[in-house]
C-alpha cells in the first residue's frame, strides 16, 4: 500500500481516484452537519490562524474537487522523500524483520525527512469572541484556552489531572455544578491537546442561557486557580486516569495509538509511567498548572432567526 500501489505511468488511475475523492467530500460534508464537530473546528481555526494546526487536515470540499490524480501521485513521491515515519509493532511478531523489510523499501529513495515543529503561545491580552448563527435548535459553546505547555513539561500530569477536576468526569466542576446543579446547558466537558497546550470547552446551550453559562464556565476556572477543589474531586480524578491509562494494555489497537502519538516526543513514556507520574501530583502543583491556563477564544453557535 505505502511503496507499490497501483500506478497508471506517472499518475495513479483517475477513476480510482475520482472514488476516493467523493468519499472524502461526503467526509468533510458529514463533519459540517455534526454541529457540535462543526464548533469545535472553528474555534480551533480562529484560535489556530495563519498555523496550520488551525486548518481542518482533511481539507475543504473546494480543495477536494480541485486535486488531480497527478496532483496525488506528486504528493505521495513527496511523501515518501520527506515524512517522518514511526513504525509500531504490537502483539506476536519479529520487530527485526519488520525493520529489515522496511529498511530495504527504503533504500531506493533519497530520504530528506522533514523536521516536526510546534509552536507555544500563550493566551490573548484580550480574548477572541465569536458568534455564528446558523438554522440549529442547539447552540454551542466553545472556549479555547491555552496553556503554553508542552507534552515533556514535568508539570503536564499536574495539568492533565488540572483539566479533569475542571471538566473531566461525573465529579468535575462543569459536569456536576454547571450542567447538573445550575441546568445552564445540555453538556459541558473539557478536553486537552497537550502536544499544543490546548485546551477546550464544549457545551450545548440555549440560546438565553449561553451567556449565563460562558461566565460560569470561567468562574469554575478562577475557582480551580484558587485551588478549591475537595479531597473528593482529586482523588477521583487520579483514579479515574490511571483507570484509564491502565486500560491501554487491554487493547492493542490502543497501545498502537498510545505509541504513535508520541512522535514528536523525545521520552517515550509508557502509560504505566504516566499513571505513576499522576499518582504522585500534589494539590499544589494542580493549583499552578491551573493558574498558567489562560482564555484565547470564545466561539458561539447560535440559532437563527427565523423571518
Known amino acids: 500500500l505505502v511503496f507499490e500501489p497501483i500506478k497508471d505511468g506517472d499518475s495513479f488511475p483517475s477513476d480510482i481516484i475520482e472514488d476516493e475523492k467523493r468519499l472524502l467530500k461526503e467526509r468533510i460534508e458529514s463533519e459540517q452537519s455534526d454541529k457540535r464537530r462543526y464548533a469545535l473546528s472553528k474555534c480551533e481555526e480562529i484560535m489556530f490562524s495563519g498555523e496550520a494546526y488551525g486548518k481542518n487536515c482533511l481539507g475543504t470540499v473546494e480543495e477536494v474537487s480541485a486535486l488531480t490524480a497527478k496532483d496525488i501521485y506528486s504528493e505521495w513521491l513527496y511523501l515518501l522523500k520527506s515524512s517522518v515515519m514511526q513504525v509500531t509493532a504490537v502483539g506476536s511478531c519479529e520487530p527485526e524483520f519488520i525493520k529489515e523489510l522496511l529498511l530495504k523499501k527504503l533504500a531506493g529513495i533519497k530520504r530528506e525527512p522533514c523536521e516536526i515543529k510546534t509552536e507555544f503561545f500563550a493566551g490573548l491580552p484580550k480574548p477572541n469572541y465569536v458568534c455564528?448563527?446558523?438554522?440549529?435548535?442547539?447552540?454551542?459553546?466553545?472556549?479555547?484556552?491555552?496553556?503554553?505547555?508542552?507534552?515533556?513539561?514535568?508539570?503536564?500530569?499536574a495539568m492533565r489531572v488540572a483539566v479533569d477536576i475542571f471538566g473531566g468526569g461525573t465529579y468535575s466542576k462543569l459536569f456536576s455544578i454547571v450542567r447538573e446543579k445550575m441546568s445552564l446547558c445540555y453538556y459541558c466537558s473539557a478536553s486537552s491537546s497537550r502536544?499544543?497546550?490546548l485546551i477546550t470547552v464544549e457545551s450545548g446551550v440555549e440560546e438565553q442561557n449561553a451567556e449565563k453559562a460562558e461566565k460560569e464556565i470561567s468562574e469554575q476556572l478562577e475557582i480551580m486557580k484558587k485551588g478549591e477543589f475537595t479531597d473528593f474531586e482529586f482523588s477521583s480524578s487520579v483514579k479515574s486516569l490511571r483507570d484509564s491509562l491502565n486500560s491501554y494494555n487491554d487493547s492493542q489497537p490502543l497501545l498502537d495509538l498510545w505509541y504513535a502519538l508520541k512522535a514528536v516526543n523525545k521520552n517515550l513514556y509508557s502509560p504505566e509511567d504516566i499513571a505513576e507520574k499522576i499518582s504522585a501530583v500534589t494539590r499544589d502543583e494542580i493549583i499552578a498548572a491551573a493558574n498558567g491556563i489562560k482564555l484565547h477564544t470564545v466561539y458561539k453557535l447560535l440559532p437563527k432567526e427565523e423571518k
Open 195 to 197: 502536544v499544543k497546550g
Open 132 to 157: 455564528e448563527t446558523q438554522p440549529v435548535k442547539q447552540g454551542k459553546l466553545v472556549m479555547g484556552f491555552r496553556t503554553g505547555m508542552r507534552d515533556k513539561d514535568d508539570n503536564q500530569s
